[in-house]
């Protein structure tokens, strides 16, 4: 089955502790992507890649890193987590074709952190 | 500041009518319009999309139009079910980017 797996679903921890949430796709896609969603803002973009050791900040990008070592995994990293980072957290993936192979992103399930 | 927007944060509608869900944007540089669906504890899932060059795309009960002048999207479900009861986020892209820029998010609620 086609998927995006997201590890931890929900995790509680507290301020300054390094976490890392994993992202694994088994669809050979090109593309991941982490969003986080909050209240009255909808989906917000953290980083992008576009294939193995290329990544990009997207519109949120402060406070978190990523890695492309390997086409299926795309962690997100908390190196030093604060109480603003407390959100529902979303990878996806797609081909990286655009709309033009009409395989628009797949998501995960979602990760919801609480940061205490 | 929110290029897209989704000003009704909920819905409600009776089974068997029509739901309208909107998303406004300001950016009239978007290629791709696409529209979400998202169940609690899942993650969203693709609905339908519309491209800049078109004005309307249907799928079964869904039909998503699009006016490039007034910069406005809507989504028609009909007619609406209860399985239809859900989030459903508009998410915008430019050709040749990957990236979805989203709405903020419309709970639908159909009632039985």
């Known amino acids: 089955e086609a998927q995006v797996t997201q590890n931890p679903r929900y995790l509680i921890t507290v301020t300054g502790k390094k976490l890392t949430v994993t992202c694994s796709q088994n669809?050979?896609?090109?593309?991941m992507s982490w969003y986080r969603q909050d209240p009255g803002l909808g989906l917000r973009q953290i980083y992008y890649s576009m294939n193995v050791e290329v990544t990009d900040k997207g519109d949120v990008p402060e406070g978190y890193k990523v890695s492309r070592k390997e086409k299926r995994n795309f962690p997100l990293i908390l190196e030093s987590p604060s109480p603003n980072q407390t959100s529902l957290y979303f990878c996806?993936?797609?081909?990286?074709?655009?709309?033009?192979?009409?395989?628009?992103?797949?998501f995960g399930d979602g990760t919801r952190l609480s940061i205490l | 500041d929110q290029q897209v927007k989704q000003n009704s944060p909920s819905l409600s509608v009776q089974e068997g009518r029509i739901s309208i869900l909107n998303c406004d944007y300001t950016n009239s540089m978007f290629d791709y319009f696409l529209w979400y669906k998202k169940y609690p504890a899942e993650g969203p899932t693709f609905l339908i999309s519309i491209s800049s060059i078109k004005d309307k795309n249907e799928d079964g009960r869904f039909t998503v139009f699009l006016n490039k002048s007034a910069k406005h999207l809507s989504l028609h479900i009909v007619p609406s079910q209860p399985g239809d009861s859900a989030v459903y986020f508009c998410?915008?892209?430019?050709?040749?980017?990957?990236?979805?820029?989203f709405g903020t998010g419309t709970r639908l609620t159909i009632i039985p």
């Open positions: 998410a915008l892209m430019l050709e040749g980017n990957e990236k979805l820029t």
């Open positions: 669809m050979n896609h090109e593309y």
């Open positions: 996806a993936s797609s081909l990286g074709a655009g709309l033009i192979s009409n395989q628009p992103q797949h």
